[in-house]
């Protein structure tokens, strides 16, 4: 028996505050050993629903953590910086991260060929939003590293990290 939606309380979809979106299925009855709904944070959903034939009240609430998703990088430091210097720190970041894990792990390790996977997916983003949404490149721009373009860009980074795994969540 395979579980169906008549053994599932209302799916609950929470965006918080840094639009990190939780989303946990509740079974009601009926549930049986191996069966998976989802696992906590919505990392995997191995049951999907086909939009047309979802409950409205889920469309409209995924609808609402989408565009909630969508506006995450309006407060970003970064955008108030020229374009260029942006994108620079963003791709620095990007290279300390994989620095970091090729100090923990080795230089050949699957963390490695994830952490890499995942930055070709989420810092794409961010760099968008400073090309789409910061203040244009200037030729004026200093190109050099400080602590508070460090935490811009590392916030901006976690965001768009963040932003992705919502739109793979729900």
Not at 5 to 24: G, Q, W
Not at 75 to 100: C, D, K, S, Y
């Amino acid at each position: 028996m395979s579980p169906t939606r008549s053994k599932y309380e209302t799916a609950t979809l929470r965006p918080d505050e840094s639009c990190h979106v939780a989303a946990r299925i509740v079974p009601t009855s009926g549930w049986r050993a191996g069966e998976t709904a989802a696992c906590e944070n919505c990392q995997n959903l191995s049951m999907g629903v086909i939009k047309k034939r979802a409950a409205p009240e889920a469309v409209a609430a995924i609808g609402k953590i989408e565009s909630r998703a969508d506006q995450c990088y309006k407060p970003l430091e970064l955008l108030q910086l020229p374009a260029n210097l942006a994108t620079w720190a963003l791709l620095t970041g990007a290279v300390g991260m994989v620095e970091r894990e090729i100090k923990q792990s080795s230089g050949d390790s699957p963390q490695l060929s994830a952490t890499l996977g995942n930055l070709s997916l989420f810092v794409p983003i961010a760099i968008g939003w400073t090309l789409k949404h910061g203040l244009p490149a200037s030729q004026d721009a200093d190109l050099r590293w400080t602590p508070q373009l460090g935490a811009a860009s590392a916030v901006a980074l976690q965001v768009a990290s963040q932003s992705f795994a919502s739109k793979l969540a729900v």
